[in-house]
């Protein structure tokens, strides 16, 4: 079958293609698939859909089944379970002042092992706190460290745009973000206008990228001399978004003009479509 289906098993959490074979799924559907650490119970997040030419053609996990009601009960039996383990941890690192910050914690859906999550700056000595797990919960212990992006992610958040984060809703990997992209869409450089939650760059400075960097093309270079209603000027600014410039005139004063209000002698507009059109009508064999 050539269709797809995206399988969430964290709130949050990274959305993995999956084969769905003969089930008819709905979004929210509970799904037991097997994973390469075992059996695992995770949510349909985006339905079954056929493959498109932009999908790779790579083979996917199959679902193994629909999740039966004792397997949804046990796994949230675990969920709840999560919280005591996250607790006692808790408890046990400000008990011993480990240099580490306790992001998040997760239980296999077998039982057999319980991933503890967290983030420091460098490496903890946490071999005294395993060994505490070990005895309170009786089940093998594996502490896994974590970013601070990737710790944003799991948490979740709002963004200074007043959103829920990127990364916790539709990001699903991290790609590097530089400075030259802050640059590019001027914004200002001020580390509490371009960091995110992480206190790391945006992520949005990255997938904006490329729209900013075709439009910019579009517009007319920063320093180019232009005629406005207002008289002559300089651009200091584009703006990409309104796909207009900012201009300083002679006189001193700044003015926002759009693109096709511009006058310049050498400079010619990209001409559109529609400009043809115009054209063409104004014309006396088109006014006939």
């Not at 994973?35 to 985006?46: H, L, Q, R, S």
């Not at 629909?66 to 383990?85: P, W």
């Not at 967290?118 to 974590?146: N, P």
Request: aromatic share 8%; glycine share 8%; with cysteine.
């Amino acid at each position: 079958m050539n269709k797809v289906v995206g399988i969430q098993f964290r709130k949050g959490g990274k959305v993995y293609d999956f084969d769905p074979g003969p089930f008819v799924l709905n979004r929210g559907d509970k799904v037991m698939v097997i994973t390469d650490e075992g059996p695992a119970i995770g949510c349909v997040y985006a339905e079954p859909q056929t493959r498109g030419d932009d999908m790779p053609k790579r083979s996917l996990k199959k679902l193994f089944r629909l999740a039966t009601r004792e397997e949804i009960d046990r796994f949230e039996q675990n969920c709840r379970q999560e919280e005591g383990v996250y607790q006692y941890c808790y408890k046990k690192i400000n008990e011993s002042l480990l240099p580490m910050s306790l992001v998040s914690v997760e239980r296999r859906f077998d039982g057999s092992k319980i991933v503890v999550y967290f983030t420091a700056d460098g490496r903890v000595d946490f071999r005294a706190l395993v060994k505490d797990l070990v005895q309170e919960f009786r089940t093998r212990i594996e502490m896994r460290q974590i970013g601070v992006r990737q710790q944003a992610k799991i948490v979740g958040g709002l963004g200074p745009c007043g959103r829920p984060l990127c990364c916790s809703t539709f990001l699903d990997n991290f790609a590097p973000v530089t400075i030259k992209m802050a640059k590019a869409q001027n914004i200002s450089l001020n580390p509490s206008k371009i960091s995110g939650m992480c206190s790391r760059l945006m992520c949005c400075l990255n997938f904006e990228h490329e729209y900013y960097e075709k439009v910019s093309k579009e517009l007319p270079k920063v320093g180019k001399k232009v005629m406005t209603k207002e008289g002559e000027g300089k651009i200091i600014r584009q703006n990409a978004l309104k796909e207009s410039v900012t201009v300083m005139l002679e006189s001193g004063g700044e003015v926002e003009v759009k693109v096709q209000e511009l006058v310049r002698d050498g400079f010619f507009r990209k001409k559109s479509k529609k400009d043809d059109a115009r054209e063409a009508s104004d014309t006396p064999q088109g006014r006939e």
